[in-house]
């Protein structure tokens, strides 16, 4: 206690001068209307930058739970659009709620790992069996398409992208009307190609490429990517047909796994 005051004595002048500066500056800035406003100015601008600061760090560690919260939102939107529902009264010009039936049920999922790099590119899925996964079921993002079921455990499932030798999944050329089948030939992850597209077609560069529906594994008119070149192929009368991608498969990261209910009614109808 005697070194605290005998350390107040020694620095009682420089105590004194600061605390008078204090009061000076307390009465300038309350009586002067511009310091008072720079100041005000001034401490919000630094208190607004703590609060982003700490809004930041919290969106960070809450990232997962809005990105699930998101997943969710999504796919009740796509249960109530009618595009994806089937309807059940397609003689009827006005549209009504009642005409309609959820043909497409959707499984959120996360991507624990991928590979983008090699002739033949798999995704596992944080989703399996319990979750109403099985083999075969279409795969996709809020940007594009991303594949298709190759295999399920109780917890897990593992995709075959459309980044592999053989996808083959059915898309439509929206402009022109004219379908195709997908095709990766293992050297960009951003390019696809469309086969099957007669040559006596024109097709716009940029044309929008969506899936077509027409095994019943995805929804028509989910996205694939864009026409960005075409070329005729020797010796037949087809085009070669590069488009990019609409999702980048390297950042992937949530999906949703699509469940068609009226499956098994439209393959036995088919066969």
């Known amino acids: 206690m005697q070194n605290l005051i005998a350390f107040i004595k020694r620095l009682r002048y420089f105590l004194v001068f600061v605390g008078l500066q204090f009061f ?4 300038y800035v309350s009586y002067m209307s511009a310091p008072r406003s720079s100041y005000f100015t001034t401490a919000s601008y630094i208190s607004g930058s703590l609060f982003e600061f700490r809004h930041q760090i919290t969106q960070h560690f809450n990232l997962e739970k809005n990105n699930k919260s998101l997943q969710e939102e999504n796919i009740a939107l796509r249960k109530s659009s009618s595009v994806f529902l089937y309807n059940k009264l397609r003689t009827e010009a006005h549209v009504e709620d009642s005409i309609y039936a959820q043909q497409y049920d959707y ?19 944080n989703i399996g069996e319990i979750h109403g996964v099985k083999k075969g079921m279409g795969v996709f993002s809020s940007n594009g398409v991303v594949g298709i079921i190759h295999n399920t455990s109780k917890h897990f499932s593992v995709i075959k992208s459309v980044l592999t030798s053989n996808i083959n999944i059915d898309v439509l050329i929206s402009e022109v009307g004219v379908s195709g089948m997908l095709k990766w030939d ?7 190609s469309i086969s099957g597209v007669s040559n006596d077609i024109t097709v716009p560069k940029g044309s929008t490429v969506v899936t077509r529906g027409g095994s019943g594994i995805f929804p028509r008119g ?6 960005k070149h075409t070329k005729t192929v020797e010796g037949e009368a087809s085009w070669h047909i590069d488009l990019s991608f609409s999702q980048k498969y390297a950042a992937l990261e949530n999906v949703y796994v699509v469940k068609n209910l009226f ?3 439209f393959t036995q109808i088919q066969n």
């Open 186 to 192: 293992g050297v960009n992850d951003n390019i696809g």
């Open 263 to 265: 499956l098994e009614e």
């Open 24 to 27: 000076a500056l307390s009465m």
């Open 222 to 227: 989910i996205p694939v990517g864009h026409i």
């Open 107 to 125: 499984i959120p999922g996360t991507i624990l790992n991928a590979t983008t790099t090699k002739r033949n590119n798999f995704f596992t899925l």
